[in-house]
Each structure stands twice: as C-alpha cells, then as structure tokens.
C-alpha cells in the first residue's frame, strides 16, 4: 500500500487501485497495436486515410476541447461561484458569436496584407507594410461600424474582409513603391 498525499490528507492506493491501472494501460497499448496495424504510411496515420466524416472530426475536437479539467473544474467552480458560473457558461454562444462574426474578419485581412505584401511584392518594405496594414485595419473597422459612425450608406458586414484586404495590399504595395527603402534587410 502506498499513501500518497499531504500529511493531513493521505490518500491510501491499494493493489486494486494498481490492477485497474496496469489493466487501462494494456487496454490503450492493445487498441494501440491493432490500429498500428492497419496503418501502411503516414497519410493512413496523421489524416486518417482521408477517411474521416466530418461528424466524427468535430466530435473528436469537441471532446478534445471539452476536455477532463473541464468536467472536473466546473463542478467546483459551481459550488464556489453559484450562478455567476452559469452566466458565464450561458455567455458562450454570445461571445461566439462577436468573436466569429465580428473579430476575427477584422484582424483577419490586415494579417493577410503582411503576408501577400512579404510573398509576392518583391519592393515591399516596412513603411509600405505599415501603410498597408494600416490601411486595412481602418478599412475593416469603417465597414464594421459604418452604421454607428453615421456614414450615409451602411455597408453590409459580408464585404469587410476583401475590400480591407483590397485596400491593403493596393495602399501598400503603392507605398512600398514610393517610399525609400532603407537598404537593410529586415
């Protein structure tokens, strides 16, 4: 018997408690070694054979996400907390919601501008860059928010990211044109 714990609290593990064990651990290595079996290259390991449905990769990730520590925690956090743990998780949707839809088109584009401006604009340099990404970031947030800045058109949310993307590369790559370089490499 082993007593694991601080001295206060001792939890005590049994020869049981090291059958369960061993016993889990030779469930994994057999499932382990059957499916190794059937894996002839590294395309039948990493993606599956490209045989997965797309049910069964988002019941995999969502249970990744949903992880032990979760189902541990919230009990926990529950008792502690009360109902500010409910809104919070009643909050999820929501905040789903305005992250999906709302931010990340807007930091999407101006992220893309660095990358076009650095792979296919041979004079792209900084000063160009930062007009570019600029540009785009104040074009993105203009659509996003064209209603509350008053503007006489409102511009649907569909078009922020290729007109943020557009002006983006346009204004920098123009910017890279007429801006000096200054000769170091960055």
Known sequence: MVAIGSPGRILNVGLVDWLVT??????FVGVGAFYSRQNQTADDFLPGGRRMSPFAVGLSLFATLASTLSYLG????MIA???MMTTQIMAHPLIFVIVGYGLIPLLTAPLFVLFFLALFVKWANAGGAWL???SSIVTAVLIAYSKDFGLPFVIS???MM???LLVGIVVGTVGSAIM???GKAS
Do not use: D, K, Q, R
């Not at 061993?22 to 469930?27: R, T």
């Open 162 to 164: 290729p007109c943020s």
């Open 180 to 182: 000096p370089s200054t």
């Open 81 to 83: 907390h009360g109902p």
């Open 22 to 27: 061993a016993a889990y651990g030779c469930v």
């Open 157 to 159: 949310f569909v078009w």
């Open 132 to 134: 570019g990404l600029l």
């Open 74 to 77: 919230n009990p926990g956090e």
